[in-house]
């Protein structure tokens, strides 16, 4: 080996070695103090062991403050690269809070920005493994760093190939926008804040004290519904990422992996009549169904704190993954408003832009009454619903189970088939109606005449037997009254009917993104 070549392999291996401990073994034993892991010790808990294939490893900016003092910055703080879970090929990038909180610079956007389009071109997944101060403050780098053209890959890929943002760490401003462009958001309930104004700059510009806890893992799932699920800590939330994409296809024209499926599959499930009361004025959990339904009673819910009263989660049946979407009586009747029509408008947008059939379970009443949801635009949140359902092209499978009332049941719970639902299936104890009230309106409107109440107004809230509504088949709204115990095996069958299913929108592409709702 030549001298220079020699000289040259030292270099590399001595920048890498730099790199490899980010800004520095003080700043390192600081992340471990706080309980978190360094980025690459999130990388290496992300992926299967030794697949990691780094890109830009050798950058090391010299950042220069205004005051023309300078500090090195290792990678720019932003470690990427490819790498495997479960064999599968993914793109990650993990932010490393050790070199300047991991705040972003030209350099780090520059390669996330690149990264991101490496990603979207191989048609691979990309995990965000975030912990970032935000924009690089007090530093002589171009203003803005880069940042619009970093929102605009995030953007353009949306719908392309599954984007997955991990907060582990603070984010704050502008960082803080990427997890919201991103199709899931998981934080780890010990580690993780999200703020567009941190309580600093909220106190600094209005006075308002604003505690800690409002930009928690737990606010955002409970309470502004921008989280999807929350890891108990760093290692925990990076668990159940690997569980998340094992229901995902790498990218749009894929679809989701299947899985073998249980020996038992076909079975009938005698004990959905146990769980399930045909006393429509009793409640259960709507949970407990889902559990004897999918494979090995296994399910990954998103939001489980935020709009209760509608479930949103991944399984698999037979092996193959779906999204179910389910009233849950249990909570307030199950009732629709604003939040679940939010919740389930954005779990609907993912399913159909990477292939994931859709099976809902009906017993809901209809919407929330009222000025206060009148006012803050329940008929638009509805209209979101409608519109995604009816575009949607993925295999639509719905069962009534109890109640279908109103539009919230008969319409955007896929009840109907003029609203695009595949398979409409209902069990015998199934009742439809257009309203739930047992109000008389001439006690509640004084002075009603009697020929409005009994010609139009009385017949809303008649509940229709499934038996009378499945007599007319042009009603399009029960295609088969089915036997309780055999709803996962026409599931089953159902999934497999429509497979292959092709439908294409006039004028409207398959390819779309999921911006936020």
């Given amino acids: 080996m030549s001298e220079r070549m020699n000289e040259a392999i030292n270099r590399l291996a001595e920048i890498q070695e730099q790199n490899l401990l980010g800004g520095g073994q003080k700043h390192v034993d600081r992340q471990h103090a706080r309980n978190k892991m360094t980025a690459r010790e999130r990388i290496d808990a992300l992926l299967d062991p030794g697949t990691f294939l780094e890109t830009g490893s050798c950058v090391n900016t010299t950042s220069v403050r205004m005051d023309g003092r300078t500090t090195d910055a290792p990678c720019d703080g932003a470690i990427t690269g490819t790498g495997k879970v479960d064999g599968r090929l993914i793109g990650v990038y993990s932010s490393d809070f050790t ?47 880069g940042i619009e053209w970093y929102f605009c890959t995030i953007s353009r890929s949306s719908g392309v190939v599954p984007q997955i943002n991990v907060l582990m760490g603070p984010c704050i401003a502008g960082q803080a926008y990427a997890p919201t462009l991103c199709d899931f958001l998981l934080m780890s309930r010990e580690t993780a804040n999200l703020w567009l104004a941190g309580p600093r700059q909220a106190k600094a510009v209005t006075s308002e004290e604003i505690d ?126 604003i939040n679940s029509c939010d ?36 008929l638009r949140h509805f209209g979101k619903i409608v519109d995604v359902y009816t575009t949607s092209t993925i295999p639509k499978i719905s069962i009534v189970l109890r109640e279908a009332y109103a539009d919230a049941g008969a319409m955007i719970m896929g009840v109907s088939k003029g609203m695009g639902a595949d398979a409409a299936l209902a069990w015998p104890i199934a009742q439809y109606a257009v309203e739930a009230s047992e109000l008389d309106y001439r006690e509640v409107v004084k002075g009603m005449e009697d020929d409005a109440y009994e010609g139009y107004l009385n017949w809303g809230r008649e509940k229709i037997d499934v038996f009378d509504v499945a007599r007319g088949f042009t009603t399009q709204v029960v295609d088969e009254i089915i036997h309780p115990k055999e709803t996962r095996k026409r599931i089953i069958q159902s999934l497999e009917l429509f497979k292959n299913k092709e439908e294409e929108l006039p004028l409207r592409a398959k390819c779309h993104g999921t911006m936020p709702s």
């Fill in 99 to 145: 070199v300047l909180g991991g705040s972003l610079g030209a350099q780090h956007l520059q390669k996330c920005s690149e990264w991101i389009i490496q990603c979207t071109k191989l048609g691979i997944p990309m995990v965000w493994l975030l912990d970032s101060s935000g924009g690089r403050l007090g530093y002589q780098d171009v203003m803005f760093a």
């Fill in 212 to 337: 800690k806890s409002v930009g928690s893992a737990d606010y955002h799932v409970a309470h502004s519904g921008t989280c999807d699920v929350v890891g108990d800590n760093d290692a925990e939330t990076i668990a159940k990422t690997r569980e998340l994409l094992s229901y995902l296809p790498s990218n749009f024209r894929e679809k989701p992996p299947v899985k073998e499926a249980p020996a038992d599959s076909f079975c009938d499930v005698e004990k959905l009549m146990e769980l399930v009361p045909d006393d429509l004025s009793k409640t259960y959990d709507m949970h407990e169904v889902i559990k004897v339904l999918v494979d090995d009673g296994d399910f990954f819910e998103v939001k489980d704190q935020y709009a209760k009263n509608l479930i949103c989660c991944f399984a698999r049946i037979d092996g193959k993954p779906v999204g179910i979407v389910a009233n849950n009586p249990a909570e307030p009747g199950s009732i629709m408003e």
């Fill in 343 to 378: 919740k389930y408008y954005r779990f609907l947008q993912v399913l159909d832009a990477f292939n994931i059939p859709l099976v809902t379970l009906v017993d809901t009443p209809p919407y929330v009454p009222g000025e206060e949801q009148e006012e803050k635009g329940l």
